[in-house]
Each structure stands twice: as C-alpha cells, then as structure tokens.
C-alpha cells in the first residue's frame, strides 16, 4: 500500500488565491513526522513545513499551513495568497518512527501552477 | 558552504562504464542521505549515514550500487557497470541528529542529473 498519496497530480490556481494540495499517509506507528517540500524547475527540493503526530496545533510557515487531521490520517498543505513563484512541483513525505535519522518516504508530487 | 553541495550537476555516460556521485553536506550535520528521482519511479530512499556508518541500505537497488562516507563529512555515490534504467536525479540531503530536534529535517543539494546512454 501506498504510504503517502498525492491525488492531483497538477493544480491551476490564478495569483492571489488561496490553494490547499491534499495528501494522506498510512502508518500505524504512533510516532512520525510529515513534511512539504517545494521543487521549482531548478531542481532543489526546498523544506517548507513540519507536522509532527503528537503536535497539538497546525503547523504553520508564513505563507504556509499545514491542515492535520489526524483521524483521517491527512495533512494538506495550504499556502495563503498564492505568488507566481510558487509554481512548482510540490512533495508531501514522511518519516516514521522517534528517532531522528530516518529515511523520508515521498508521495508522487502535485504540480502547482499559479497563472498571472 | 551554507548549503548541501552535489557534483558534479550532470553526468553523462556510456553504458557499462563506473561513475562516482559526491555530496558535501551541511557543515555540522551527522546524518547524511540519498535519494534518487526518477519519472516512473517518484522520490526513492537509496541509503543514509550516520556519521560515517550507514544503519539503512535498504534502498540500495542492485550491488552495482555503493556508498561510503569519510570524516563523517563527505559521502560519494558510485555505480559500477551502468545501465540506462540507471539515468535519474541523484539526489542527497544531510540533516542534524538528536532526540531534541524533533524535526531533523533534511536539507537537500540540487542533485545530480545522470544520463546513461
């Protein structure tokens, strides 16, 4: 089964909207961390925010929030007045367990594209 | 530098030659990682160090493939006897280690692109 899905493999969203890209995870370990990274055409996978299974609040990175709902196991990234420089590809990932040096499990990625 | 360091950016090369990947990581960082990008395959964890030894080789796809990292800095990617399905992004990141930093995220280079003809 897939750890983490990513169901739109691209978004359109005009300048200035808010856009929430979905991801849901499968895990039956307690303890884990999700991750965004953004991945402009350059090729450099950019950290935006960390959500972690026993943090109380949504994350949150300027521009950047993270809806986590636990019990539906989802954790989709919203980013507030969307800028043309966010188009990019964008990857949602995992990393279980407490210990600190583990591998990061990716979904497939949603391509965002903001049109001016 | 500031940042996770990859060469070289691209690699061409013929089928069944050897070729050497390296990543400088962030300085201070114990934990060092690669992945490969590939289109039919997504983002996939090959190996990760923690300071010189690697706990997880688990993604390493056939034993054409090896890692080694010296002075718990610099790490190298080497793939003997290349085929084409070897052609993709190799990717590494490095991050810090400890029960404290909860989050441990991983700081990525810009990959390096390998072209196997």
């Known amino acids: 089964a897939q750890k983490i899905t990513q169901t739109q493999p691209g978004m359109f969203v005009q300048e200035k909207e808010a856009v929430t890209l979905d991801c849901t995870y499968d895990?039956?370990?307690?303890?884990?961390?999700l991750f965004w990274y953004k991945q402009p055409s350059s090729g450099e996978m950019i950290f935006l925010i960390y959500?972690?299974?026993?943090?109380?609040q949504n994350a949150t990175e300027g521009r950047y929030s993270l809806n986590f709902q636990k019990a539906r196991k989802s954790a989709n990234l919203v980013i507030s007045a969307s800028q043309l420089g966010d188009s990019a590809m964008y990857f949602c990932?995992?990393?279980?367990?407490?210990?600190?040096?583990?591998?990061?499990?990716f979904g497939q990625g949603t391509r965002l594209t903001i049109n001016p | 530098g500031a940042g996770v360091s990859q060469s070289p950016s691209n690699k061409v090369t013929e089928k069944g030659k050897d070729v050497e990947l390296r990543c400088d990581p962030i300085s201070g960082h114990t934990a060092l990682y690669w992945y490969r990008q590939s289109l039919g395959q997504g983002l996939e964890f090959l190996i990760y160090?923690?300071?010189?030894?690697?706990?997880?080789k688990s993604g390493l796809p056939s034993d054409r493939f090896s890692a080694e990292r010296t002075g718990g800095s610099v790490s190298t990617l080497t793939i003997q006897r290349t085929q084409q399905e070897d052609s993709a992004v190799y990717l590494c990141?490095?991050?810090?280690?400890?029960?404290?930093?909860?989050?441990?995220?991983?700081?990525f280079g810009a990959g390096t692109r390998l072209s196997v003809l």
């Open positions: 895990t039956s370990d307690p303890s884990y961390g």
């Open positions: 990932a995992m990393r279980e367990g407490r210990q600190g040096a583990q591998k990061l499990v």
């Open positions: 160090f923690q300071g010189n030894s690697a706990p997880d």
């Open positions: 990141a490095s991050s810090l280690v400890g029960t404290s930093v909860s989050k441990n995220i991983q700081y």
């Open positions: 959500q972690g299974s026993y943090d109380q």
